[in-house]
Each structure stands twice: as structure tokens, then as C-alpha cells.
């Protein structure tokens, strides 16, 4: 059962990430190769005490691949998709290319495994922001049915690759020695600060990220009725995104119902004490597979008891990434 | 016209923006006292030129005062206030000891200037968030009718004073050389974090601040029908809060109309360029009178075309605080 794999950008933030997913989990290898741009080949990477080398990724790297994990950019991915499937290997990929186009799965293993088996040599990852939301609020759905989501994020650095965490790393250190701050990598300083997503402003008015946690959340629930509404925001930390989120169900359900269902959720731990003031962080999601789900209260705004407010927060290279992939190639 | 102030907490973050906001302003002063703790006393702050000391604040303290600028925490404003005003002096209280009693009002300049002419003695100066959201939604609650407000703050550290601000700064300059972070004012890392806000949960899940946003608004509004629901979140930001605000109407409201309305509301500045992609962000918000306003774009996930997405930006301790407390002085 061992597969023959290859990662596409295994230098990057999720690259990194791959191959410690595929160390701890032990996940079953026949070979592993690593693909970079030509910039990065004939670097080396740790994996299960060896050192692999970094190849230059060419329409010839896939010969005598099984499967590919993905992650060095949506164009790359469409570049060399038709290469990879010309050589037998499955793609899973954790860019934005795929993810929409009809007939290709876009999963989230907690919710829809079962669209794994409808693909075609592609199975497509959700964006990250998507993958952290999905994993808490799809068992409220099947419980209790989810009319409407009002969600705000708090989204990390990492999304914006390995570049930005340094870039927000470097601006403290500058900071600290009383140099300016400057950047390059993301639009605005980031130390000390709060922005509006860097990802395109569409005709609607919301950014590709909230367009994608609307459309993404869509196509993964096989429900298009779901009203979703989001505003994310960069905010300056490192690799976890939270996210506030108000659930408008179409009928009444408590605390306590809601306590119950996250408490047996698959991926889903519940971080909520009251007394102590201890609810999701970041720096707590770090690290993770789990998403931690908090801050569980009935939102009286909403007459009838149909209303319920949730604070969470989970590791946005992990499972909002190379860990959702890898639990797709493990289901393969 | 010109009147004896006294500065209650003159040493915290409010009370040296009180000064720096007397000096902008040229508020009229005929004599001003700077009032603190023991601890304190002794010291000089600059004011226009000068070098003012700074006295124990006692009973004693408010003899031939007409005016009293509070910000020295809740108990202290309710132990001094009846010595305050027996001396005949006017409270204007930052603090929250009084701003859900009956009869004592609570005001935002903007909003409901009209209530400062019912007071007794003592006017209350809403919670930073709370201002910071009244002064854009008022105008559209006058305007087009709000039925319903879903908010996720993400406040700056300044609002738990400056010892707050001093804990997020020192963590940047010891994580920067490498040592262990600390912290002791706050009950969380604020440096690459985010947490839950660190007020007292109540009976209702929700937190203090939280509960403050709905009650007060209620309160300023004179309107307890708008529906609110509120998650308050504290992030590595210095001393400007911002907050993601949904908003659904009781009638169908555009874009536009809401643009036209925010445009010409005092307070407000629009901060929205989609194709730069540039939205209020805390780093321009702190030192500004302004709240920033941008992200508005009409909502979706609300059927009829009521409901409108926005992203506002604010200075905690000016508007937030002191500004507000000063604009109310100034209208007495």
C-alpha cells in the first residue's frame, strides 16, 4: 500500500509542513521526492532522518508518481497538472486552481470524504480559512440545520507563505532596535496593526478570500442555501487563524446542544472555560491538528433561540493546509 | 467662560491624552489640577510650556474646581464623585461606575448632545468600543433604521491602560533578543496572539465589554429595539480599536446611500480604496479625531437588499476616551 510520492513546493510554509505531517503520522512511503523551483534545487530537506534532495520541478518529475501534494502556487498547479495525471499520479492540491471548477472534489475529510472517490486524477483543498470554519460548523449543520454565518477573521501571516512570517519576525526585531519598520511582502506593516485581507477586491465589494469562504463552504456542504457573510482581516500573528462566528440556525438550540455536538465532532476541541477566562488562541492552535472551538454563548440578538455565537482558532499551515491534504492522500 | 478643571487619573493613558487633547484644542482653562494616586504625587507633567505637579487626589482636592475630567477607575470615581460635586464641580466620568444609572447620562457628542443638558452633576462617557461604533452607525440608524448589529472587535492593548501598552511593547523587545516572553498585566500574550477579552464573563456568556456595547448603545440610542450581538477580541495592536460591523436594516439600503450618509457624518471618515486595497487599519486610526470607515459593501447573505458590511477603525484613548470626554466639557 505504499505510494510512490512527489511534493510541489516542498520548500515553502506548507512545504515544510508536508513533509513533518507525512513524519509523524507515518504516513506509508515508497519513495518521496521534492520538487522547488529551479531556485531552490540541489538544496537538501530533513525527513525521517535522511537528507532528501530539492529537484527542479519539470513536466518530467512525475514519471513513476502515484500522488502529488501540492503547493507552489495556483498557476504551477495548473501548469503542471496535465503533466502529473499524464503520468498516473493523483494531484491533491492545495491551491485555489482546481477548487471551483465543476467535477473536481473540494474536501474537508471531517465533511464530505466520500466526494474523494468522484475524482478524476485532481482532488482540490480548501482555502484555508474554509477548512478551519468547516470543520466546527458542519456537524452543527447536520444537527440543526444553519440558515445564515456572519464570520470576521483574525487570519495569521502564514497565508501569504514563508515570506511574510519572516517578514512580520523581521519588522519586530526592527522594531525592538529602534529601526523603521518596513515591508515588502505584504501590503502594510503588520507589527502592531490589523488589515483588510490582501487578496483582490471583487465587483460584490468582498476580497477573493471572503468570496472564497462563501462559495467554498457552498460546493463542500452541497448546499448553496446557506447565507454567509465574512470580513477577513490580516492580524499580526504568526500561524493560526480565528475567527468569530454567528450561526443563524433555522430552529431553536441551546448551549448545551451545541456543547454536546462539538464535544463528539471529529477535529474539533473544545477550549471554552468561562471562570478562567480561557478560550481559542493562536498561539494555543499552533501546532495542532485539532480546530479549538470557544466562546460558546446563545446570541439574544436573534429572537426564538435560533442564534449562537462561537470564537475559534486553528492552525492555518496545518489543517488549514498540508494536514487537510495529507488526510485527503491518506482516504485515497 | 473659561473654567478651574481638575484631571482625575492624570498619570494613566487617558490622562496624558486629556492633556495633549486641552492643548490642541485650547479648551479654556482658568486653572488646571492634576490629580492622582499617592504614589504619583510629587511628579510634573508638561503642559502649554509649563511643568505641572501632580497631587494626591483626596476629599479635599476638588475645592473651587468646576470641572472634573475622570479616568482614575471605576471605584475611584464612585468614592470621589460626591465630594466632587458637593464642591459644585461637574463630572465628566471615563470611567464605567455610572454609565447605566438611571438619570445619569450617558453621551456620545455625536449622537445625543441634547442628554448633557439633563444632568445632575455627573455625565458618563461611554466604553471605548462603544463610542467608536455609535459614531458611524448613528447617522445610519437615523438615516435608513438598524433592526440588527453583529460586531467582532479586534481592541487594542491600551484600552487595559498603560501599563497594558508598556507589557505588548517590552514582549517585542524580549522576543527580539531571544528571551522568554512574559506577562503580567494582561492574562494572555498579546505579541502574535490574539484572546477573548480579558473583562469578566457574565451569566449570559457574554463578556463585560460585550454586554457594554449592547447596553450602552441602547442607552445612547434611547432605542433598546436594535438587536446587537457582540464578541470582543483583543489583538497586538498598541491604541486603536477596530471592529467588523454587520448591519441589517428595517428597509432595503444601498451602497451608495450609505456611502452619501457616512460622507457627510460628523466624526466619520471614509477610508475605503477597493482597487488599492487600502481600509482603515489601526496604524493611521491612533492620533487621528476620526473613526475611519471602509469595507462598505452591501451584504448578501440578507435577502431584500437590507443588509451592509463595514470596517471601522478608531482611536481607543482619543475618541475612545478622552476626546469624547473633552467634546462633552466643551458643549457644557
Redesign the interface.
Known amino acids: 500500500m505504499a505510494k510512490r510520492v512527489a511534493i510541489m513546493g516542498a520548500t515553502g510554509a506548507v512545504g515544510v509542513e508536508f513533509l513533518r505531517i507525512l513524519e509523524q503520522r507515518a504516513f506509508p512511503l515508497a519513495s518521496l521526492k521534492l520538487l522547488a523551483s529551479s531556485r531552490s534545487a540541489g538544496k537538501t530537506m530533513p525527513f525521517r532522518g535522511q537528507s532528501l534532495p530539492v529537484e527542479e520541478l519539470t513536466d518530467k518529475s512525475f514519471r513513476g508518481i502515484e500522488l502529488v501534494l501540492a503547493s507552489a502556487g495556483s498557476s504551477i498547479s495548473k501548469q503542471f497538472a496535465p503533466a502529473a495525471n499524464a503520468a498516473g499520479a493523483v494531484i491533491v492540491d492545495n491551491t485555489s486552481a482546481f477548487r471551483m471548477v465543476d467535477g473536481i472534489p473540494l474536501v474537508v475529510p471531517e465533511v464530505n470524504p466520500k466526494d474523494i472517490n468522484t475524482h478524476k486524477g485532481i482532488i482540490a483543498n480548501p482555502n484555508c480559512s474554509t477548512i478551519i470554519m468547516n470543520v466546527p460548523i458542519w456537524p452543527l449543520h447536520v444537527a440543526f440545520g444553519i440558515k445564515?454565518?456572519?464570520v470576521?477573521t483574525?487570519q495569521a501571516v502564514s497565508g501569504a507563505g514563508a515570506k511574510a512570517m519572516a517578514e512580520?519576525e523581521q519588522q519586530?526585531?526592527d522594531?525592538?532596535?529602534g529601526k523603521p519598520v518596513s515591508k515588502s511582502v505584504m501590503?502594510?506593516?503588520a507589527?502592531?496593526?490589523?488589515?483588510?485581507h490582501?487578496s483582490?477586491?471583487g465587483a460584490?465589494?468582498?476580497?477573493e478570500e471572503e468570496n472564497k469562504m462563501v462559495n467554498e463552504t457552498h460546493k463542500i456542504f452541497h448546499d448553496p442555501r446557506i447565507?454567509?457573510?465574512a470580513?477577513c482581516?490580516r492580524?499580526?500573528?504568526?500561524r493560526a487563524h480565528?475567527e468569530?462566528v454567528?450561526i443563524q440556525f433555522s430552529r431553536p438550540v441551546s448551549?448545551q446542544q451545541v456543547r454536546q455536538v462539538l464535544a463528539a465532532a471529529p477535529g474539533v476541541k473544545i477550549v471554552d472555560d468561562?471562570?478562567a477566562?480561557y478560550?481559542?488562541?493562536?498561539?494555543d492552535a499552533s501546532g495542532q491538528d485539532d480546530v479549538l472551538v470557544?466562546?460558546?454563548?446563545?446570541?439574544?440578538?436573534?429572537?426564538g433561540g435560533v442564534?449562537i455565537?462561537l470564537?475559534i482558532?486553528g492552525d492555518q499551515i496545518r489543517k488549514g493546509a498540508a494536514l487537510n491534504a495529507v488526510q485527503i492522500a491518506e482516504m485515497l
Open positions: 445564515r454565518l456572519v470576521s483574525y512580520l519586530a526585531r522594531w525592538a532596535a501590503p502594510h506593516q507589527l502592531f496593526n490589523v488589515f483588510s490582501n483582490k477586491i460584490n465589494g468582498y476580497n447565507a454567509i457573510t470580513t482581516v492580524v499580526a500573528v504568526l480565528s468569530a454567528n448551549e468561562r471562570r477566562n478560550h481559542p488562541m493562536p498561539l470557544g466562546r460558546i454563548r446563545q446570541d439574544p440578538s436573534l429572537e442564534g455565537d470564537f482558532s
